[in-house]
């Protein structure tokens, strides 16, 4: 797998995917959430197959089953890469086998097999160029590729399954798109290299430029309610994707959803509190504003904690407006309803 990921690095500086796989989970996170919100937007799936796989009850039994139903919804690409010889192409995954999908190294060849290792997986990364290629033609500009492995153990609790997806969950496809010409590749980067402090002033500069305001100038209700979609959704997408859904404006739009849509200054603090922007001491509960050395940026932050538009607004009157308003925004957009 390692040796997969370091022959993928050429399309990864080319700015065309960003791979992931279970080794980027850090200490002290949910292994398996991170798994499944990974597995679940990934446009390209790619199965690292060896008897190994085929006998990980998770592999199989979990992972295996949702990369396919992705598949035959055509919401993503699961693409065989066979490391060593096995009977893998008679392996049932409901009203199929394995062996339906188009494997790779060329012809099917193990990766064991081939007398120079490189040529194999140079290979493999060619055919995924090709792939990628096809893809941006259609929609895509940045394509996440997730590196299915089986692991020498097994994962804890491997007998449960994957939550399913939410039945009103909209797919928005990875990339990097916008109405106003705008380049997010930089705040992608940072959010990929989780620099959470430098993407959030870079995500407050973006919006501003795409309502055509400059730096020092103040959102504004006119503004946020005409805010172009295409970007909105780029930059929550991005964030939320990078962060394994703990961030982002779809985030925050859900909290405070939970939280009554408040639009009044006093219902507004239970949303503050519950994203970390506002602190609450003593019995009589006295609350205080967090300010900007207060803010956490790391995945340790309460859910939703980041981008902290919210900060930036000073929790005015006009601010509780014009969240709401942008949340609101948001689930136009997403509902093609502009």
């Known amino acids: 797998m390692q040796e997969l990921e370091d022959h993928l690095e050429p399309l990864k500086l080319s700015g065309l995917i960003n791979s992931w796989h279970d080794g980027c989970i850090e ?8 798994i499944k919100d990974n597995l679940e937007t ?22 295996l089953r949702k990369a396919i139903d992705r598949h035959k919804a055509r919401d993503a690409y ?10 893998w192409t008679q392996v049932p995954v409901g009203n199929m086998y394995l062996g339906d999908l188009q494997a790779l190294p060329k012809d099917a060849k193990p990766i064991s097999q081939w007398t120079d ?7 493999i990364a060619e055919e995924l ?8 033609q259609d929609r895509l500009k940045n394509t996440v590729v997730f590196l299915n492995h089986a692991k020498q153990h097994s994962y804890p609790g491997s007998a449960q399954t994957l939550n399913k997806t939410p039945q009103n969950k909209q797919v928005f496809e990875y990339d990097l798109r916008s109405e106003k010409d705008i380049n997010y590749t930089h705040l992608h980067n940072l959010l990929r290299d989780q620099d959470w402090e430098a993407a959030d002033s870079e995500t407050h500069k973006l919006m501003l430029r795409a309502i055509n305001q400059n730096q020092g100038n103040r959102f ?51 949303f503050c509190v519950k994203v970390g922007w506002q602190t609450q001491k003593g019995i009589i509960r006295q609350f205080s504003w967090i300010d900007s050395s207060q803010v956490i940026f790391s995945l340790a932050a309460p859910k939703g904690h980041l981008p902290s538009l919210g900060l930036s607004l000073d929790f005015t009157k ?21």
Not at 27 to 34: A, D, F, H, I, M
Not at 318 to 338: T, Y
């Open 117 to 123: 290792r490189d040529e194999a997986y140079t290979n």
């Open 27 to 34: 200490p002290g996170e949910e292994w398996e959430s991170k």
């Open 42 to 63: 990934a446009q390209i799936i790619l199965l690292l197959i060896s008897i190994d796989f085929i006998k990980s009850s998770y592999c199989y039994d979990v992972e």
């Open 220 to 270: 504004t209700s006119n503004n946020i309610f005409r805010f172009p979609c295409t970007d909105l959704l780029t930059i929550d997408h991005i964030w939320s994707q990078c962060s394994g859904n703990q961030f982002g404006f779809s985030v925050q739009k859900e909290i405070w959803q939970k939280c009554g849509n408040p639009s009044s200054y006093s219902d507004w603090r239970k």
């Open 129 to 136: 160029y090709e792939k990628i290629q096809k893809l941006q």
């Open 78 to 87: 699961v693409i065989p890469v066979i490391l060593r010889s096995c009977l």
């Open 318 to 338: 006009d601010s509780i407006s014009i969240c709401s308003l942008l949340f609101l925004r948001l689930e136009k957009c997403k509902g093609n309803l502009i």
